[in-house]
């Protein structure tokens, strides 16, 4: 779908011609005999606002059906909600923390186990397939080390057992990847991030590719009710009528960060799919369009507080969780989002005391890169300062 297709898929309002999208702020609409109605009864079951984004996110991930929920934790809680006690799930081990924490503390209780594999090796995944795997679940790429694993192999092997694959298609975006192409069943988004991509609001969307699965992801939308109010249905279309241009951009600045990251001596590695020496750079190449805005980076001084110094001293990334908005921002890992993983665990995966990320926003690259090269500069000063005897007569 190209920047036209995407624009012109968002129709003008047939009642009164308004070419934005109406914003229909309300609970019930007026039937003219019992049972009787335009298509719309309840505001939970189906509202024109949240229709015009489901249609459009089916349109843009080439699904057959798509569904708005207040979050991208509850969209995937309605993916899992198709499973059944007994059931079980193989998830990539890097896995958003969030569905990680919604798998193992909400999920396991109701008897549904899941094993986390290493997906970059599909064989990994083939080799743990039972006779009661009936989900496979993955993120390309992953946060925060940015794995790839191959969507379309990943798919050959969910169909030979019968299990559906569902891809979390967040960092990518169906901008740069479209899961369902490539064999994939289901595809959820936290479009909180780039499809909103303003940093203002949380929204989750669910893209299903076949009659039966939509039907079942419908009933469970409106029978547990998480659904995406109006207003915030309105925004994630603005947001997505920029995206193309958003993405592209967000990715080229991005590509120019991680190549000046990579020759700063002060750096032990930098994570990014478009970098050709990324270990699955490859596979990304023929899956992604773009390579999208996030980027790690740790220290060979492997110390949080060498780290903390350099964020402390970034202007133009702010230090906030979340990702894909237009203003840059700048993350510790492990003392933020992966602080609850044990450290051996998060250390195996990739995620050192000292690792980085950074969502590159829509400022000048010149200026992100200026910015960072201030944060070195700065961290140079300091531990030659360490290292000078006559330090205190330094001024
Ligand atoms: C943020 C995120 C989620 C969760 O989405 P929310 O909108 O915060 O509920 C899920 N998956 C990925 C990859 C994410 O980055």
């Given at each position: 779908m190209n920047n036209t297709e995407i624009i012109h898929s968002i129709p003008v309002d047939p009642l009164t011609g308004s070419i934005s999208v109406p914003i229909y702020q309300t609970s019930t609409f007026v039937q003219d005999a019992p049972g009787v109605h335009k298509g719309f009864d309840y505001a939970r079951s189906n509202n024109p606002t949240r229709q015009v984004l489901e249609n459009l996110a089916a349109k843009l991930e080439n699904g057959h059906a798509g569904f708005a929920f207040a979050s991208g934790l509850a969209a995937i809680d309605a993916v899992l909600k198709l499973l059944k006690s007994g059931d079980e799930i193989i998830a990539v081990d890097d896995i958003y923390g969030g569905a990680f924490r919604l798998f193992t503390h909400v999920y396991q209780k109701f008897g549904i186990d899941v094993t986390y594999v290493d997906s970059t090796n599909p064989e990994n995944i083939?080799?743990?397939?039972?006779?009661?795997?009936?989900?496979?679940?993955?993120?390309?790429?992953?946060?925060?080390?940015?794995?790839?694993?191959?969507?379309?192999?990943?798919?050959?092997?969910?169909?030979?057992?019968?299990?559906?694959?569902?891809?979390?298609?967040?960092?990518?975006?169906?901008?740069?990847?479209?899961?369902?192409?490539?064999?994939?069943?289901?595809?959820?988004?936290?479009?909180?991030?780039?499809?909103?991509?303003?940093?203002?609001?949380?929204?989750?969307?669910?893209?299903?590719?076949?009659?039966?699965?939509?039907?079942?992801?419908?009933?469970?939308?409106?029978?547990?009710?998480?659904?995406?109010?109006?207003?915030?249905?309105?925004?994630v279309i603005r947001g997505i009528e920029t995206l193309g241009l958003r993405f592209q951009k967000h990715s080229e600045n991005a590509q120019k960060i991680a190549e000046y990251l990579q020759t700063k001596t002060e750096v032990d590695h930098v994570y990014y799919p478009g970098l050709a020496d990324h270990a699955n750079h490859n596979v990304a190449k023929k899956q992604m369009k773009y390579f999208g805005g996030v980027i790690s980076f740790d220290f060979k001084i492997n110390d949080e507080n060498v780290a903390s110094e350099f964020i402390k001293n970034l202007r133009f990334f702010k230090l906030a969780e979340s990702l894909g908005g237009v203003k840059s921002l700048c993350c510790l890992p492990s003392q933020m989002t992966h602080k609850s993983i044990p450290e051996a665990t998060r250390i195996a995966s990739g995620v050192s005391n000292s690792l980085i990320r950074l969502s590159v926003g829509l400022e000048e690259a010149e200026d992100l890169i200026h910015d960072l090269e201030n944060a070195f500069l700065q961290l140079e000063f300091h531990n030659n300062q360490d290292k000078n005897p006559n330090r205190a007569t330094i001024n």
């Open positions: 083939a080799k743990n397939i039972t006779a009661k795997t009936k989900l496979i679940w993955i993120e390309s790429p992953t946060n925060p080390t940015l794995k790839i694993s191959d969507i379309q192999s990943i798919a050959s092997i969910a169909k030979s057992c019968g299990a559906w694959l569902c891809v979390d298609n967040t960092f990518a975006t169906p901008v740069a990847q479209k899961p369902i192409n490539l064999g994939a069943d289901i595809v959820v988004h936290s479009a909180t991030k780039y499809l909103g991509g303003h940093s203002d609001l949380i929204s989750g969307l669910v893209i299903t590719t076949n009659e039966i699965l939509s039907e079942k992801i419908k009933f469970i939308q409106n029978a547990s009710g998480g659904i995406l109010a109006p207003f915030d249905s309105f925004l």
